[in-house]
Antibody, heavy 115, light 110 residues
């Protein structure tokens, strides 16, 4: 079982860029897919996107124009950037190991979009 | 892509069995074996219960089981216990190389 930890600002202004990093420990990133999932307060889970350790990635069509996911295996990290955020992007953001299934999850980090 | 369809809520008494359906299409639930189920308690991260439609990861109680018929996957919880009260989510890989979640089901143990 690997451990994942999200980090980044908890408050982002509207129209700015949300940036989060997930640090992986307890194992190698090689051979796995790595995912970002979010959960608005009181709502369900929404898949954001995934990246393979090789760098191949894909994202939710509804977010694709605003999402960038990258990986740095030398640092055991992968990252999420979401541009032009609005209040609708306020959510707990989770990083996870795997695509379907996602076996190991971070504890999640709340990102609030507000001026 | 549309979310998979789950009932908003289900309930059952301790010791009973309940089943939560997750309906998709032939492009997701019905077309791949990559269908999973997760349990989420309030304020906690989701926990994987079932992978590849019906496989239980090591450490998950055998009271949890998964199955599929056509485009509908199902999670069955037998011998309901108070600690099973939580939200449950299904998700699936899709033919578009994306992932889709169900809307989630709140299980109440009466």
């Amino acid at each position: 079982q690997m451990q994942l930890q999200e980090s980044g600002p908890g408050l982002v202004k509207p129209s700015e860029t949300l940036s989060l990093t997930c640090t992986v420990s307890g194992g190698s990133m090689s051979g796995y897919f790595w995912s970002w999932i979010r959960q608005p307060p009181g709502k369900g889970l929404e898949w954001i996107g995934f990246i393979h350790y090789s760098g191949d990635s894909n994202s939710n069509p509804s977010l694709r124009s605003r999402v960038t996911i990258s990986i740095d295996t030398s640092k055991n990290q992968f990252s999420l950037k979401l541009n032009y955020v609005t209040a609708a992007d306020t959510a707990v953001y989770y990083c996870a190991r795997g695509r379907v299934p996602s076996d190991d999850w971070g504890q999640g980090t709340l990102v609030t979009v507000s001026s | 892509q549309s979310a998979l369809t789950q009932p908003a809520s289900v309930s059952g008494s301790p010791g009973q069995s309940i089943t939560i359906p997750c309906t998709g299409t032939s492009s997701d639930v019905g077309g791949h074996n990559y269908v999973s189920w997760y349990q989420q308690h309030p304020g906690k991260a989701p926990k994987l219960l079932i992978n590849e439609v019906s496989n239980r990861p090591s450490g998950v109680s055998n009271r949890f089981s998964g199955s599929r018929s056509g485009n509908t996957a199902s999670l069955t919880i037998s011998g309901l216990q108070a600690e099973d009260e939580a939200h449950y989510y299904c998700n699936s890989y899709t033919s578009s190389v994306t992932v889709v979640f169900g809307g989630g089901t709140k299980l109440t143990v009466l």
